[in-house]
């Protein structure tokens, strides 16, 4: 078995993270790195010391499932937080320094994500999936956040 690259690694840990998801959307993981160190992680899901989402948490996300609202709609309603938002604020509430910092993450962030990378003064983010917002990658490109599209070799 051939060793993984830096991104490989770090990519296989943010699907990792993603399965600790407690969201009823798709699951969602994130790895933030410094130096090529974990320094944190994240996935998608409810605050901590609240309701999962997959216990009734947001009511929201249970209306999408149930089909009332369309993916993407409501999100102001949404209880739940994004993989790459809990890497970020798990760096700050121990205290660790994001200058300079890659995301990896299993999708492309979002508007919101976005905003919050670039003030975290993350440098570089190598995502696995497409996202449509348009936004939120226009906003990195303009503040010279990287942004990569990872894709896996076919030999592995």
């Known amino acids: 078995m051939p060793r993984p690259t830096w991104d490989e690694y770090f990519m296989e840990l943010a699907q990792v993270a993603k399965k600790r998801s407690t969201c009823l959307s798709p699951a969602k993981g994130a790895v933030l790195v ?46 739940c937080s994004h993989a790459e938002e809990n890497a970020i604020v798990q760096a700050a509430r121990h205290g660790i320094n994001t200058n300079g910092a890659v995301l990896y993450t ?6 919101t994500c976005a905003k919050m990378i670039i003030n975290a003064g993350i440098s570089k983010v190598v995502a696995g999936e497409k996202y449509p917002d348009e936004l939120g990658t226009n906003l990195m ?7 990569v599209l990872f894709s896996k070799p076919s030999n592995s």
């Not at 605050?47 to 999100?75: F, M, Q, W, Y």
């Not at 299993?106 to 508007?111: A, E, G």
């Not at 490109?141 to 942004?147: I, R």
């Open 34 to 79: 410094r130096e090529n160190r974990v320094i944190a992680t994240g996935y998608n899901g409810t605050p901590s010391k609240t309701k999962h989402c997959t216990d009734g948490g947001c009511a929201r996300c249970s209306a999408r499932v149930k089909g009332e609202i369309n993916s993407g709609e409501a999100l102001d309603a949404c209880a």
């Open 106 to 111: 299993t999708y492309v962030p979002c508007t």
């Open 141 to 147: 490109k303009e503040a010279g956040v990287e942004l």
